[in-house]
């Protein structure tokens, strides 16, 4: 069975976007510059040829992972159940252990986002937490140890 990509509608338009820009416009730009640094000669110590072979190289692996991703994509339906929390679910939770109080929203891993405490739902706290309601203690396997979190809150994005 091939992986499956969780993502908003949203997400997978901006995907589409993306590869549409890497594919159209900054594959053609690399090519170009390829071009340019042949003109100069000795491809041998070129460090323009070089850099332009390198960025074409990370291009056409952007472009290989969001084609798979695309193809493999499951679009999250919006819901407005609070009762348990799934894909989508904004989670207020308190955490035993630190004594602190943390609110994540739980998407797909493409939209995953530490910096705005958006945690996909691979993520050991993602794992944990989806399926389970307001009240409900869940252990969340870490790297480094288990920890006990207490569900405060389910509301919707």
């Known amino acids: 069975m091939a992986d ?50 390198n960025e074409q190289g990370a291009n056409e692996g952007e472009i290989a992972e969001l084609e798979y991703q695309l193809k493999n994509a499951v679009i999250i339906e919006e819901t407005d159940d609070v009762s348990v929390v799934h894909i989508g679910s904004r989670v207020t939770v308190y955490d035993e252990d630190f004594g602190e109080e943390a609110t994540y929203t739980i998407k797909g891993s493409m939209e995953a986002d530490s910096m705005k405490n958006i945690i996909s739902n691979e993520s050991p706290v993602g794992i944990a937490l989806l399926g389970h309601k307001r009240g409900e203690r869940v252990t969340v396997k870490a790297p480094d140890g288990d920890y006990v979190m207490k569900i405060l809150k389910i509301d919707v994005e």
């Open 4 to 53: 499956q990509f969780y993502m908003t509608a949203e997400a997978k338009k901006e995907a589409e976007e993306r590869l549409k820009y890497l594919v159209n416009v900054k594959r053609a730009e690399i090519i170009e510059r390829i071009q340019e640094a042949r003109s100069h000669g000795d491809l041998s110590e070129n460090a323009e040829y070089d850099a332009a072979r």
